[in-house]
């Protein structure tokens, strides 16, 4: 018990415990899906616009279902839309398993069960965020994310990956198997939360959905920190949508040596889970996110003139720190200045944000390395980055103290 309440301490309550064992135990099975799901496809076709179909069907339903999910979650109970939408996944995993085993699986039907996986996930993780801050107080709030956070990087960007490709060569329905019992291990553990009594008078999904919408284009703070994260993901998407090229080309890697730099960003990201905690207790959120900017901004103009795969791998290691820190400072600001009733229509106001950003962003990437060469997508995200921080540098402050400002 002393290591668990090291781990997760007892003032942050025993229903938080119980989601994050859910939490940590869906994404160990989402990790494993990040791999096995565009080897199934590749397994069924040669098709290039199929086998990219497959990654496109993974950003499109936040955009088109991101909202709707916010409302679903300000209306109804959130745990149960947890439990139902990781539920759903589990019967979905199930047909594409039989599919499987009696040789009746097409690519269509692996493109279809890829998104409506992907789809209830979006239900599933729009709900999920709504949680921790009905069950912590808005003090604990920070370690409370840095908890779920370094679940999300350790099992889903570390440890899923490989055991998803590792159980795919040893056969095709084992990782989707393994992502089956994670998932519905998963919805037995939030079924064990016990949430506040909820008192939110239903409206219509229009008038909710505008609420939400205003509610964020009214809050200053708020709203300067989804324009933030628009814009940073689209210099970030311009940059990423071509890092494999990156790596080929300007830094001469292969397969191996690409999948080594993803990994060394998600070491690095534990890095900034270790010290986030001291970080947060000696430095303000608004210095946090200044310094935040600035490793962003410098990173990209730091691979845009290196060579060499070493200090690559050394700008990513604390570009991965600074991902981590920067993800789970926003996501408290964010959760301590939205009321409990608007917490998912805001939250899917900041998912639109994100995935629009990295839409956007890679549509530039794309054009750019196609019309210039590889770095040119980089040179784009240092200079864009570097004029939004200049113009946001005052407004951070207030972004971080969100939670004193009404509207």
Same mark, same amino acid.
Request: proline share 3%; charged share 10%; hydrophobic share 55%.
């Given at each position: 018990?002393?290591?668990?309440?090291?781990?997760?301490?007892?003032?942050?309550?025993?229903?938080?415990?119980?989601?994050?064992?859910?939490?940590?135990?869906?994404?160990?099975?989402?990790?494993?899906?990040?791999?096995?799901?565009?080897?199934?496809?590749?397994?069924?076709?040669?098709?290039?616009?199929?086998?990219?179909?497959?990654?496109?069907?993974?950003?499109?339903?936040?955009?088109?279902?991101?909202?709707?999910?916010?409302?679903?979650?300000?209306?109804?109970?959130?745990?149960?839309?947890?439990?139902?939408?990781?539920?759903?996944?589990?019967?979905?995993?199930?047909?594409?398993?039989?599919?499987?085993?009696?040789?009746?699986?097409?690519?269509?039907?692996?493109?279809?069960?890829?998104?409506?996986?992907?789809?209830?996930?979006?239900?599933?993780?729009?709900?999920?965020?709504?949680?921790?801050?009905?069950?912590?107080?808005?003090?604990?709030?920070?370690?409370?994310?840095?908890?779920?956070?370094?679940?999300?990087?350790?099992?889903?960007?570390?440890?899923?990956?490989?055991?998803?490709?590792?159980?795919?060569?040893?056969?095709?329905?084992?990782?989707?198997?393994?992502?089956?019992?994670?998932?519905?291990?998963?919805?037995?553990?939030?079924?064990?939360?016990?949430?506040?009594?909820?008192?939110?008078?239903?409206?219509?999904?229009?008038?909710?959905?505008?609420?939400?919408?205003?509610?964020?284009?009214?809050?200053?703070?708020?709203?300067?920190?989804?324009?933030?994260?628009?814009?940073?993901?689209?210099?970030?998407?311009?940059?990423?949508?071509?890092?494999?090229?990156?790596?080929?080309?300007?830094?001469?890697?292969?397969?191996?040596?690409? #999948?080594? %730099?993803?990994?060394? @960003? +998600? *070491? =690095? !990201?534990? $890095?900034? &889970?270790?010290?986030?905690?001291?970080?947060?207790?000696?430095?303000?959120?608004?210095?946090?996110?200044?310094?935040?900017?600035?490793?962003?901004?410098?990173?990209?103009?730091?691979?845009?003139?290196?060579?060499?795969?070493?200090?690559?791998?050394?700008?990513?290691?604390?570009?991965?720190?600074?991902?981590?820190?920067?993800?789970?400072?926003?996501?408290?600001?964010?959760?301590?200045?939205?009321?409990?009733?608007?917490?998912?229509?805001?939250?899917?106001?900041?998912?639109?944000?994100?995935? #629009?950003? %990295?839409?956007?962003? @890679? +549509? *530039? =990437? !794309?054009? $750019?390395? &196609?019309?210039?060469?590889?770095?040119?997508?980089?040179?784009?995200?240092?200079?864009?980055?570097?004029?939004?921080?200049?113009?946001?540098?005052?407004?951070?402050?207030?972004?971080?103290?969100?939670?004193?400002?009404?509207?």
């Amino acid at each position: 018990m002393s290591t668990l309440s090291k781990l997760v301490p007892d003032r942050l309550g025993t229903g938080f415990r119980w989601l994050l064992a859910s939490s940590w135990t869906s994404n160990l099975g989402d990790g494993i899906a990040v791999a096995a799901g565009p080897l199934l496809v590749a397994s069924l076709t040669t098709n290039a616009f199929l086998v990219s179909l497959a990654a496109m069907l993974r950003w499109a339903p936040p955009l088109i279902f991101g909202l709707y999910a916010g409302v679903l979650s300000d209306r109804h109970d959130r745990r149960r839309i947890v439990m139902a939408s990781d539920g759903f996944r589990a019967v979905v995993l199930a047909v594409l398993i039989a599919c499987m085993v009696t040789d009746q699986l097409t690519v269509a039907l692996a493109l279809v069960a890829l998104g409506l996986l992907t789809t209830a996930e979006v239900f599933a993780d729009n709900a999920a965020a709504t949680l921790a801050p009905m069950l912590v107080h808005r003090d604990d709030l920070a370690i409370g994310n840095t908890r779920l956070q370094a679940g999300f990087l350790t099992l889903n960007q570390l440890v899923g990956p490989p055991i998803g490709a590792a159980l795919f060569a040893a056969g095709v329905a084992w990782p989707f198997a393994a992502e089956a019992v994670l998932v519905g291990a998963g919805v037995l553990l939030v079924s064990r939360v016990v949430l506040p009594k909820d008192t939110t008078e239903a409206v219509g999904v229009r008038h909710a959905v505008v609420e939400g919408l205003r509610w964020t284009v009214r809050h200053p703070a708020v709203r300067t920190l989804s324009l933030t994260i628009l814009v940073f993901n689209i210099t970030f998407g311009a940059a990423w949508s071509v890092l494999v090229l990156y790596a080929q080309q300007r830094l001469g890697l292969g397969a191996v040596g690409f #999948g080594l %730099l993803t990994t060394v @960003s +998600a *070491i =690095g !990201g534990l $890095l900034g &889970t270790g010290l986030y905690g001291q970080l947060t207790r000696h430095v303000s959120l608004g210095n946090i996110m200044r310094a935040g900017l600035i490793i962003e901004t410098l990173t990209h103009l730091a691979l845009a003139v290196t060579t060499s795969a070493w200090v690559a791998s050394v700008i990513l290691f604390v570009f991965g720190a600074h991902t981590f820190i920067w993800g789970a400072t926003s996501i408290t600001v964010r959760q301590r200045a939205v009321p409990t009733h608007l917490q998912g229509r805001v939250g899917s106001v900041n998912t639109i944000s994100v995935y #629009g950003g %990295l839409v956007i962003g @890679s +549509a *530039i =990437g !794309g054009t $750019l390395a &196609t019309r210039i060469d590889v770095t040119a997508p980089f040179w784009f995200a240092f200079a864009g980055s570097a004029v939004f921080v200049v113009l946001l540098w005052r407004e951070l402050t207030r972004i971080a103290h969100a939670d004193q400002s009404s509207v």
